[in-house]
């Protein structure tokens, strides 16, 4: 079972950009263009916010970007506003076998 | 729009069994591969299963630290997706949410999640 890394916590004032790192393998993040962005604010279900590593879901601003470098993804926000303050999770595709992993989680507090 | 509605979390004892259950509407459920993802209290997500769509198969895959007690199975005629849950350990406690998902992303819409509490 792989494991991707991701800092745990992180923050900006209002109107600053932010970016989470989510560090794996050549054999998740590195080896497919599969990785997910989740945020999840307290006491609620998680949402999509990126897939497939650039994609926006609809309804999702376009503020939220995501790209990858090598074995890292990131996901930036820009022009920070309060209701980003969430956790934010990376998801990445792993094989057939176990085929999803997530990250440990990333706190992102709007100062 | 997508509705996800999970139900069947309690309390049981250590060694017990639990089902879940998850109601699908808004889409068509039977061409549509499903997971389960589990959050422990103050924790984070964990990947818990999948089940593909009987029309490539339905095939079932699980993540190791639930493989051999946890079974994921679907009934296309009721919209509703189970997770039988047996041999439960006091790790196993958690948030368990029921997600659609692809080959390509974990997950896309999620339920409300229900509460499963293993403890004597």
């Known amino acids: 079972q792989s494991a991707l890394t991701q800092p745990p916590s992180a923050s900006g004032s209002p109107g600053q950009s932010v970016t989470i790192s989510c560090t794996g393998t050549?054999?998740?993040?590195?080896?497919?263009?599969?990785v997910s962005w989740y945020q999840q604010h307290p006491g609620k279900a998680p949402k999509l916010m990126i897939y497939?590593?650039?994609k926006r879901p609809s309804g999702v601003p376009d503020r939220f970007s995501g790209s990858k470098s090598g074995n890292t993804a990131s996901l930036t926000v820009s022009g920070l506003q309060a209701e980003d303050e969430a956790d934010y999770y990376c998801s990445s595709y792993v094989g057939s076998n176990t085929p999803y992993v997530f990250g440990p989680g990333t706190k992102v507090t709007v100062l | 729009e997508v509705q996800l509605v999970e139900s069947g979390g309690g309390l049981v004892e250590p060694g017990g069994s639990l089902r879940l259950s998850c109601a699908a509407s808004g889409f068509t459920f039977r061409n549509t591969w499903m997971s389960w993802v589990r959050q422990a209290p103050g924790k984070g997500l964990e990947w818990v299963g999948r089940i593909k769509s009987k029309t490539v198969g339905g095939t079932t895959d699980y993540a190791a630290p639930v493989k051999g007690r946890f079974t994921i199975s679907r009934d296309d005629s009721k919209n509703t997706l189970y997770l039988q849950m047996n041999s439960l350990k006091s790790e196993d406690t958690a948030v368990y949410y029921c997600?659609?998902?692809?080959?390509?992303?974990?997950?896309?819409?999620w339920g409300q999640g229900t509460l499963v509490t293993v403890s004597s």
């Open positions: 997600t659609t998902t692809t080959n390509t992303v974990t997950t896309w819409s």
């Open positions: 050549s054999s998740d993040v590195g080896g497919y263009n599969y």
């Open positions: 497939e590593v650039t």
